[in-house]
Structure formats: structure tokens, C-alpha cells
């Protein structure tokens, strides 16, 4: 267990839909992260917050938000979903704003599957 | 701007050999960290190894070393001692420490088939 909890770790559903993504942090970190890797595009950074405030942001479409809250778990909406959006997301935490020298710890993941 | 090539898509090693992943990035950042994982067939993004780009020696984890030639910027990944359980997908990835965002870029990774 790496100590970042994700939620659901499956999830199946319709185009058009809109469904969130639950993460938990390490405990203790601070910094969350969401990728999104699909097998063309391979691992795409998505949206980083830091202490509940948004810090970086990546290739996130316009369908998609997060945010962070105040116990520092954080949340991937995503809506008007498409086939293409299917996808494992993963979520990361990290001590800091930064990348340390150990990484990010990684969830599991959640794979979505858009039919 | 930052990218990291990973050039083997799949590579085969025999158990008990040694191996190597390659892995060449791009910055024009001075300051920046180099990162490897290995995501098994359950999928989990595991830590293996990281280099700094102001560390003198290259570093080292159990079977794993990781050969940083800075002029050349690559930075590929040698396992030892390949074992079947090494069969899995690596990533090449990195962070550059100039800026004050924290996230990781990514190669597409090499997919590892130990062969018994």
C-alpha cells in the first residue's frame, strides 16, 4: 500500500456522462497530482494542487476539473464524457509544491471505461 | 521546453541477465531530477531510482544503477540480475527545478519481457 487511497478503482459508463475520481493524499503531503494514461498518449499530466490551491496545470480539457480540499484530498471531474476518455487515471502525492527526490507516491489508479 | 525519449518500445532480456533502458531528455533548465518507474501488469506506478543533475556519482538501488551521461543528456536505467518479475513497462521521467510547478513529464516507456 503506497499510502495514496484512490477511488473507484473501476468504472464503467455511458457517453455524456460525467463522473468524479476521489484521491487521498500520503499522509502528510501536501501536493496532489492527476495524470491520465491511455495506451496512444502514454502518461499525461493533467492538474496539480498544492495546499488546497491550483499550481499547475497541463493538458486538462476544458471538460475536466479538480480541486482540492481542505483535508487535502482532491477531486478529477470529469463530464460530457467520450470514448476517447477512456483512460487509467492516477493520482500522486508529494511532500511538498515539488517533485522530491524520491518522486511522486502513486495510487493504484482508476480505470474508466467509456462505452 | 522539457521531453523525454524512451526509443525502445519492447525489448526481451534473458533471466539472470543484465539490461539496459534507454532514456535521453531534454531542458534547458541547469537544475532538474531524473526519475525511473516500473509499472507492472497490475498497473501501480512503482519509484525505482532517481538522479539529480548536480549529483557527481551515478546512483544506485539494489539491481538498479542508473548511467547519467549529462553531456550526452541520457540517463538510462541498468538492471542486473534480471529476474521474471522484472517483466513490466518502465518510464523515464523528469522534473526540472527551475520553475515552481512540481510535476513530472514522462517518455512512453519500454516494455520488458524477461525471458526464462
Known amino acids: 500500500d503506497s499510502g495514496v487511497t484512490q477511488t473507484p478503482k473501476h468504472l464503467i459508463t455511458a457517453t455524456g456522462q460525467r463522473v468524479t475520481l476521489r484521491c487521498s493524499p500520503r499522509s502528510g503531503d501536501l501536493s496532489v497530482y492527476w495524470y491520465q494514461q491511455s495506451l496512444d498518449q502514454g502518461l499525461q499530466f493533467l492538474i496539480q494542487y498544492y495546499n488546497g490551491e491550483e499550481r499547475a496545470k497541463g493538458n486538462i480539457l476544458e471538460r475536466f476539473s479538480a480541486q482540492q480540499f481542505p483535508d487535502l484530498h482532491s477531486e478529477l471531474n470529469l463530464s460530457s464524457l467520450e470514448l476517447g476518455d477512456s483512460a487509467l487515471y492516477f493520482c500522486?502525492?508529494?511532500?511538498?509544491?515539488?517533485?522530491?527526490?524520491?518522486?511522486?507516491?502513486f495510487g493504484s489508479g482508476t480505470r474508466l471505461t467509456v462505452v | 521546453a522539457q521531453k523525454i525519449t524512451q526509443t525502445q518500445p519492447g525489448m526481451f532480456v534473458q533471466e539472470k541477465e543484465a539490461v539496459t533502458l534507454d532514456c535521453t531528455y531534454d531542458?534547458?533548465?541547469?537544475?532538474?531530477?531524473l526519475f525511473w518507474y516500473k509499472q507492472p501488469s497490475s498497473g501501480e506506478m512503482i519509484f525505482l531510482i532517481y538522479?539529480?543533475?548536480?549529483?557527481?556519482q551515478n546512483a544506485t538501488e539494489g539491481r538498479y544503477s542508473l548511467n547519467f551521461q549529462k553531456a550526452r543528456k541520457s540517463a538510462n536505467l541498468v538492471i542486473s540480475a534480471s529476474q521474471l518479475g522484472d517483466s513490466a513497462m518502465y518510464f523515464c521521467a523528469m522534473r526540472n527545478y527551475g520553475g515552481s510547478q512540481g510535476n513530472l513529464i514522462f517518455g512512453k516507456g519500454t516494455k520488458l519481457s524477461v525471458k526464462p
Open positions: 538522479q539529480g543533475s548536480y549529483d557527481q
Open positions: 500522486a502525492s508529494s511532500p511538498r509544491g515539488d517533485a522530491s527526490s524520491y518522486g511522486y507516491t
Open positions: 531542458t534547458s533548465d541547469p537544475s532538474y531530477g
